[in-house]
């Protein structure tokens, strides 16, 4: 209990430390997450949640295909000049929607599921198409707590 009270508290001071978000920057993630949206649902997954949000942090799709749960994290940038959109998925993060994922699945009663965490990169030039890399399995459960994937 201390250590959940701990992390929340951890979490939230990193929140307070971050500069807030435009919202062209907001708009431009939402865009960037719907083109992800399409771009699973197009291939068969079946979209159970967008942008979860708990106190924790936020889970950007949760999706289901082939009896897996599926939670994807959507990182869209216009190039590549801070590094690869998938390089924003540090260590700090999976660890972060390790715990989301597993708050998710046991508010569900799914526990006993398959799950697996999933990264669509996103590169949207200012003026062009994006170029969409979507990273099966991208990282295992990171952190504390137990998730089988």
């Known amino acids: 209990m201390l250590g959940n009270v701990l992390r929340w508290l951890r979490d939230w001071l990193e929140r307070l ?3 807030p978000q435009s919202s062209a920057l907001r708009a ?5 997450e719907r ?3 399409a771009y699973l649902t197009a291939r068969g997954y079946k979209i159970l949640a967008r942008q979860h949000r708990t106190a924790m942090g936020e889970v950007d799709l949760i999706a289901f295909i082939d009896q897996t749960v599926v939670f994807v994290e959507v990182k869209t940038r216009e190039s590549t ?3 690869h959109p998938v390089e924003a998925v540090d260590r700090r993060k999976q ?3 390790t715990r989301l994922a597993l708050a ?5 009663n799914w526990l006993e599921r398959r799950a697996r965490f999933d990264v669509v990169a996103i590169l949207w030039p200012a003026t062009g198409e994006p170029e969409i890399r979507h990273y099966i399995n991208a990282f295992e459960p990171t952190g504390e707590g ?3 994937s």
């Open 17 to 19: 430390r971050r500069p």
């Open 28 to 32: 431009f993630g939402n865009r960037g």
């Open 35 to 37: 083109a992800a949206e």
């Open 81 to 83: 000049a801070a590094g």
């Open 95 to 97: 660890a972060q929607l």
């Open 104 to 108: 998710w699945l046991k508010r569900h």
């Open 146 to 148: 137990q998730m089988f």
